[in-house]
């Protein structure tokens, strides 16, 4: 019934552009939710990249992406995605969308707060 669904992962140099995809299902944009990436590296734990909340004025990231990645909604599409900008070596990991109902103005990266969670999709930076 609610479903999100990662696409567009794939590989980046040092300093190049990824955009990744959220797609929602079961819900829209529209709908008192929160979306929020993740990423996840060997070794290390889950963290939070960022979140938007529905009124999309409300942004809370991470401090090693601030500047350089932005969640983007696309109401066409339906989706939320990820655009990560001057990418880094340490940027490289599986990413993962989830969701949370919430009518607050702002969002959190705790993964607990999330109960829809996408599969992931890989994020590679190769030099």
């Known amino acids: 019934q609610l479903r999100l669904v990662e696409s567009r992962g794939g590989s980046a140099h040092p300093g190049g552009s990824l955009r990744l995809s959220c797609t929602v299902s079961g819900f829209t944009l529209e709908d008192n939710f929160v979306i929020g990436w993740f990423r996840q590296t060997p070794g290390k734990e889950r963290e939070g990249v960022g979140c938007?909340?529905?009124?999309?004025?409300?942004?809370n990231y991470l401090d090693s992406v601030k500047d350089r990645f932005v969640i983007v909604k696309n109401y066409a599409a339906n989706s939320a995605d990820l655009q990560m900008n001057n990418l880094k070596t340490e940027d490289a990991g599986i990413y993962f969308c989830a969701a949370y109902s919430s009518r607050s103005v702002g969002c959190v990266r705790s993964p607990d707060m999330y109960s829809i969670w996408g599969q992931g999709t890989p994020v590679t930076i190769s030099s």
């Open positions: 938007i909340t529905k009124y999309n004025n409300s942004h």
